[in-house]
């Protein structure tokens, strides 16, 4: 308690008493026969001591100061605050004012360009509607996913079953490996919705002032493409340019304009379907499509925009560029294609080279009878197996040549034909061991030779280990190898022009895009854009050699289940047999004398221990020899290398085993 401020307070009660009281007497009146006046006895004498000196404005100032001066003491109130409060009030309340003001006139302009829009799009319905009178309906091809499915006298024929199970390695495996298809009761697009989404594609362009009128439609399992007829003077790129603002309207992912329809005059323009349906790669081979293909290097890629199956010839190609980022599908895709050539052929008419710098997708087919060499995974290696195709296509058309014949189909039927009439053709360019004697060497038959098909997973990683060596090396295969039955699968994440070179590009007409990531990668692939507009998931373009446009395919859906019953199934019916020196540096390529470990095999320690072992069991397989003397496998291929050319063990026979010719050793 503060005395002080209780006197200060006291002394301003009082003077606010004091000047109220004056101040009621002076302004407030009261009946003229009241007794009192309004400020009371105390009010009557303030007035009458201040009115003679200050008269009645000068005394009301005054007392009115006091009474704010003893208000301001009594309560405590600060000025300041109360203007600033005033204030903030008073601009609120003109805010807010100004506010509603200008909502109020927004509002009315709405409504007078509602009015305006409003008048403006009745006046087009009208015009519309009269228009749509004279307007030829489009026609429409329906499509339904569980449309009977015309299946292959292969399929049907396994349906029936064997009574003994075969597993020949001349005998090709079961599509009944794959898993089926199921069918779905869905009925697909009725002609009434497919109708409606013409009507809505051409209001949607008439909003970006471009007239067209739809012709066709034709639904497929994954897209649906509207032919259009645009109106005279409508230029084509005005459409391609309105891609994503089209597909931004109809809230779809992506619109895929095709500038040109071969054989009509109408573009074509791609929209995604709702529901997208998953195509089986059983479906695929099932068709008659793949089994009435007699090439043995046929490829099922999957379904094109309508549903139909599309079948592909490697050998027609004869090389094949695929480009594709992650998630686009592409490593399924590749599945696809040589699952095709496992189900087509046996190892006796296409043999593989698989490159997997990943060490991921082709590790799984290693093992199978068609490779002719483990899956590599050292790109050294690979310039090694690329070298040594070279040198394969080099030895064939010597071959060819000296038969007179154009190709490889010319070679081994010409080969056949001899076989037949008991006349087998001798090896015409067979040059004798002068190492050896001459009286144990003859020339050997020719053998039909099988087509090879290099499969490289990840061509940038290569051409970034390698370099120029492998882009010289696959510009001499894709320039010759065509007749010599020699093929190639390049395959990359990224087709950027330092790894798809022009050297490259300019000899492998035959393309193969996913979903790239920009405009960029697409014209790289294929020449064109269009491939960043892809939906992923298996979606591609194929670009057919010599040029033209691209189709659009929906690939067909590899699971790794799938792969792995198919690869088992071949692993049970032969074993591969390899040839060792595709991933060695051959003599001629390296004159420095080899390198370590590359010396006599006759003098390994080992080798007197592998001979009899083999003549003991009778079995010349690299890989008993390497399991029973635990070592490794380049070693112990030498090894039967060596035993061939010193006349223990045969040639490689077409099945892939070799014949011991040399007598058990006696024992003591």
């Known amino acids: 308690f503060s005395w002080a401020l209780f006197g200060f307070k006291s002394l301003g009660l009082i003077l606010l008493v004091v000047s109220a009281c004056g101040l009621a007497t002076l302004h407030f009146e009261v009946a003229d026969d009241a007794s009192y006046m309004a400020g009371g006895m105390l009010g009557a004498l303030v007035v009458d001591l201040s009115t003679p000196v200050l008269a009645v404005l000068g005394t009301t100032l005054v007392l009115f100061a006091t009474f704010l001066f003893g208000l301001t003491i009594t309560a405590a109130i600060s000025w300041l605050d109360f203007i600033d409060r005033v204030g903030a009030t008073t601009l609120r ?9 200008d909502k109020w006139l927004e509002d009315r302009k709405q409504a007078v360009a509602a009015k305006q829009r409003l008048a403006s799009r009745k006046k087009v319905l009208d015009i519309h509607i009269e228009k ?3 307007r030829v309906p489009p026609t429409i091809k329906t499509f339904s996913t569980n449309k009977a499915v015309e299946k292959s006298p292969r399929v049907e024929k396994e349906r029936q079953g064997t009574l003994f199970a075969t597993t020949s390695v001349r005998e090709l495996p079961a599509i009944g490996l794959l898993d089926a298809w199921q069918e779905t ?12 989404m013409s009507k809505l594609l051409e209001l949607k362009l008439k909003d970006f002032g471009i007239v067209i009128e739809v012709t ?13 007829q645009p109106a005279p003077g409508v230029k084509v790129s005005r459409i391609t340019n309105l891609a994503k603002d089209l597909a931004r309207s109809l809230a779809i992912v992506s619109v895929r ?17 709702e529901k997208r349906e998953t195509i089986q790669f059983s479906q695929v081979l099932s068709s008659p499509d793949f089994d009435l293909s007699t090439s043995p290097l046929s490829m099922a890629l999957g379904h094109d925009i309508v549903g139909k199956p599309v079948i592909v010839d490697l050998g027609k190609m004869p090389h094949l560029l695929v480009a594709g980022t992650t998630g686009s599908g592409k490593s399924v895709g590749i599945n696809a294609m040589i699952l095709s050539l496992l189900f087509k052929s046996t190892p006796e008419h296409v043999r593989l080279i698989m490159i997997d710098p990943k060490m991921l997708e082709l590790s799984v087919y290693d093992g199978i009878p068609h490779l002719l060499t483990p899956v590599i995974t050292d790109m050294k290696d690979a310039a090694n197996g690329l070298r040594w ?8 058309y010597k071959l060819m040549s000296a038969l007179g014949v154009r190709n490889l189909a010319g ?15 001798i090896d015409p360019i067979w040059k004798a061991d002068p190492t050896l004697l001459q009286d144990d060497q003859s020339a050997p038959e020719l053998e039909a030779l099988p087509s090879i098909v290099v499969i490289v997973d990840e061509l940038a990683d290569m051409m970034m280990v390698v370099g120029k060596k492998v882009e010289e090396l696959i510009a001499r295969i894709a320039q010759k190898a065509r007749a010599a039955g020699i093929h190639l699968i390049l395959a990359t994440q990224r087709p950027s022009v330092d790894v798809l070179t022009g050297l490259i590009k300019a000899n492998i ?3 193969l895009s996913f979903m790239v990531q920009s405009k960029v990668d697409s014209r790289t692939i294929l020449g064109e854009g269009g491939a960043e507009q892809l939906l992923g998931h298996g979606d591609m373009l194929f670009l057919p050699p010599g040029g033209g446009v691209p189709t659009r395919v929906h690939g067909a859906f590899v699971s790794d289940e799938e792969v792995h019953r198919v690869v088992a199934d071949w692993k049970e019916r032969g074993t591969p047999v390899y040839i060792e020196s595709i991933t060695r540096v051959s003599d001629e390529s390296d004159g420095s004398g080899g390198s370590f470990g590359d010396g006599d095999e006759e003098s390994d320690a080992l080798y007197d221990e592998a001979v009899q072992f083999v003549t003991e069991t009778r079995k010349a397989s690299i890989s008993s020899v390497q399991r029973k003397l635990r070592i490794g496998y380049n070693r112990a291929a030498r090894m039967i290398e060596s035993m061939e050319a010193a006349g223990v063990v045969s040639e490689m026979g077409n099945n892939g085993s070799r014949e011991v010719l040399a007598p058990p050793a006696p024992r003591d």
Do not use: H, Y
């Not at 066709?216 to 259009?228: C, D, H, K, L, Y």
């Not at 070279?390 to 064939?396: I, L, S």
């Open 389 to 396: 195709c070279v040198a394969e296509m080099e030895r064939r």
């Open 257 to 273: 304009v095709v500038e040109v329809i071969p054989g009509k005059t109408v573009i074509g323009i791609e929209i995604p379907n």
């Open 93 to 101: 309340l003109i805010s807010g004012t100004a506010e509603k003001f």
């Open 216 to 228: 066709a439609v034709n639904p497929g399992p994954v897209i649906t493409r509207f032919e259009v």
């Open 132 to 134: 749509e009178k004279k």
């Open 509 to 511: 007409p035959t393309r």
């Open 411 to 425: 070679f081994n039927k010409k080969v056949e034909d001899a076989k037949k009439a008991g006349q087998p053709i």
């Open 185 to 196: 009761n869905d009925s697909g697009f009725s002609k009434e919705s497919l109708e409606a």
